[in-house]
């Protein structure tokens, strides 16, 4: 429902504040023409998940399976290989290894290179964050690790929030 014109800073429900950029980016809203604080809206999406909604906005996308020369076009979940997080600071792919002159050795004690990953702190995150670790090492049998630290840092983007970061040495 669009944000309507009334200057509401209470939520209905809960008697919570809500401010304006909690509407703006959508983390409150309104619902059944009343406001709803952050809380309240994931408490009424756990109570109303899976129901079937009648907003056309939320409707499933229907995608073509040809393409305009008639080919039938794959829509499988293999068919979509990388995005433009993956570019980003501890992604596979993110660095070229090819421009630095000192080459990781195995039998060295001490560490060559670095590399970072980053996630934010919430399960699934975490879980992502973890098999790209552990993809990274498999996909680069090179590479032994000689140390690692992690800290706990805030990294800005569209929000400020924290992140864990983990710094491998190989």
């Keep these: ?13 809960c008697g919570a504040s809500v401010y304006p950029e909690h509407l703006d980016s959508g983390i409150a ?3 059944g023409g009343k406001l709803m604080c952050p809380h309240c809206v994931v408490e009424y999406e756990k109570a109303h998940e899976g129901e079937d909604l009648d907003d056309p906005d939320l409707a499933p996308i229907a995608f073509d399976e040809d393409d305009s020369s008639g080919t039938r076009i794959d829509l499988g979940g293999t068919r979509i290989q990388t995005t ?4 980003m600071l501890g992604y596979q792919g993110a660095w070229d290894d090819s ?4 080459q990781p050795d195995p ?5 060559i290179r670095c590399r970072i990953f980053h996630s934010k702190l919430s399960e699934a995150a975490l879980g ?4 790209s670790i552990n993809e990274w090492l498999d996909t680069n049998p090179n590479v032994v690790v000689k140390s690692a630290s992690t800290t706990i840092g805030q ?5 400020t929030e924290p ?8």
């Design 128 to 131: 992502f964050m973890n098999n």
């Design 155 to 159: 990294f800005e983007g569209k929000h």
């Design 29 to 31: 809203r309104y619902e």
């Design 163 to 170: 992140n864990i970061i983990v710094t491998i040495f190989y």
């Design 84 to 87: 433009a997080a993956e570019s």
């Design 99 to 102: 421009k630095w002159n000192r």
């Design 107 to 111: 039998k060295q004690a001490g560490a």
């Design 1 to 13: 429902m669009a944000r309507q014109q009334e200057q509401h800073s209470v939520c209905t429900s």
